[in-house]
């Protein structure tokens, strides 16, 4: 019996990770039908405590989760453990999903003979050492056999840093349409929750960081709160703007409306309780929360970039604004929170846009057909 060609997706991680772990995780089922063992292998620090909530989402997804503690840039055990792990696993097929994984899969290989796999999620997290790392990530890329861009716009930037457009390929990021489907009724979801049934709810996911653009959210919820609308705003998630933003919810007296719910394992009981979903974000790639919050249903406002607008037909599945636009946020959001025949209508074609064009099951399909035409298999 021939054995199985084995997949090793990587990444770094801090805390409980991110959009695209909810993609690699849920990944290792969906491929072991198709003929691939796949292992996932996490850089993080190791007195991070945020690691175990990525254990559990293992766990969940049935995923083969390989803990590699990382100290830091020096931290050369990284490399040790990853090629021990290699050679243990008789890996065929590395696929990095970030800076460091796909700096380290090019030093692996020449001790490891492997086929190079990336996917680029997209350059938006600031601090002062991206620059140099996502540097870093565009001379890796060149050096790759098969660079997977999740929007159109990733595709570009990487062809213009000189990825050829023969190992440059666009596969957009997809959800598990049976997971995310809705079983709550609005009202009944925020009563739950114990919120006011017929008070309207804005929702937003994602890291606490600049790029997110919650400050403009927060003030545009505000600004439809100080014009009489009786609405309340959840963003969900940690991260470093966390101070920042609770002291702007402060300073505007909003703490009673407007709350930052930190990280929670369960989304789904949120999601439901949501009449909008606000993505307010600068910088992008293609959103899982986006994808979410339409397959259950959720109107969503998003800003035009990225990969998003491929998603969001103006009018008819969602409305777009553009980034980092306060008053094209805080119009958009009272557009739709006021016209509750809109909402209903984007519901419908919310949750049908993501079950025709961004089923998980499809997006493995085609991962499959990447990884069979550069090992050769029929």
Same mark, same amino acid.
């Given at each position: ?25 849920? /990944? %290792? ?9 796949? &292992? ?23 995923? %083969? ?6 100290? =830091? %840039?020096?931290?050369?055990? #990284? ?16 696929? *990095? ?10 030093? +692996? ?23 140099? @790392? @996502?540097?870093?990530?565009? #001379? ?7 660079? &997977? ?20 390929? +666009? ?5 598990? &349409? ?7 009724? +609005?009202?009944?979801?925020?009563? $739950?929750? =114990? ?47 966390? +101070?920042?933003?609770?002291?702007? &919810? ?12 930190? @990280? ?33 249903? #959720? ?14 037909? !103006?009018? !008819? ?7 980092? /636009? ?27 846009? #993501?079950?025709? *064009? @961004? ?6 399909? $085609? ?8 090992? *050769?298999?029929?």
């Amino acid at each position: 019996m021939s054995r199985m060609p084995v997949v090793l997706d990587t990444r770094v991680v801090n805390g409980s990770g991110g959009g695209p772990d909810k993609t690699i995780l849920n /990944s %290792p089922r969906y491929l072991s039908a198709d003929g691939y063992r796949m &292992i996932c292998a996490y850089m993080h620090p190791p007195w991070d405590a945020g690691f175990e909530q990525l254990r559990h989402k293992a766990r969940l997804f049935q995923a %083969p989760l390989v803990s590699v503690p990382d100290r =830091g %840039p020096w931290d050369w055990q #990284v490399i040790g453990q990853l090629l021990a792990l290699c050679r243990r696993e008789r890996v065929q097929i590395w696929h *990095g999903h970030d800076y460091k994984s796909n700096a380290v899969g090019l030093l +692996l290989a020449r001790f490891w003979p492997m086929r190079l796999v990336t996917t680029v999620h997209g350059w938006v997290h600031q601090t002062r050492r991206t620059p140099l @790392y @996502y540097l870093i990530d565009r #001379v890796c890329l060149r050096r790759y056999e098969l660079v &997977i861009c999740v929007s159109d716009d990733l595709r570009a930037r990487c062809l213009a840093s000189g990825v050829p457009a023969d190992r440059c390929v +666009l596969l957009e990021n997809a959800i598990d &349409i049976k997971e995310y489907s809705r079983k709550t009724a +609005l009202r009944k979801a925020k009563q $739950k929750l =114990g919120l006011p049934p017929n008070r309207l709810l804005i929702g937003a996911v994602g890291r606490l960081s600049a790029e997110k653009g919650f400050d403009i959210l927060i003030r545009a919820a505000d600004r439809l709160l100080r014009h009489g609308m009786d609405l309340g705003l959840i963003i969900v998630g940690e991260g470093d703007e966390k +101070l920042r933003l609770q002291t702007l &919810i402060q300073e505007l007296g909003r703490c009673e409306r407007i709350h930052l719910l930190g @990280y929670r394992p369960d989304m789904m009981p949120l999601y439901e309780a949501m009449d909008v979903y606000a993505l307010s974000s600068i910088r992008e790639g293609l959103p899982n929360v986006v994808l979410e919050a339409m397959a259950l249903e #959720v109107p969503v406002v998003a800003t035009r970039v990225a990969g998003v607008p491929r998603l969001i037909r !103006e009018g !008819e599945n969602g409305l777009l604004v553009e980034p980092g /636009s306060l008053d094209d946020l805080t119009g958009a959001l009272a557009r739709l929170l006021g016209d509750d025949v809109l909402r209903r209508a984007m519901q419908a074609a919310g949750r049908r846009t #993501v079950a025709t *064009g @961004y089923s998980f099951a499809s997006r493995m399909h $085609k991962m499959r057909t990447l990884y069979d035409s550069l090992l *050769g298999r029929n």
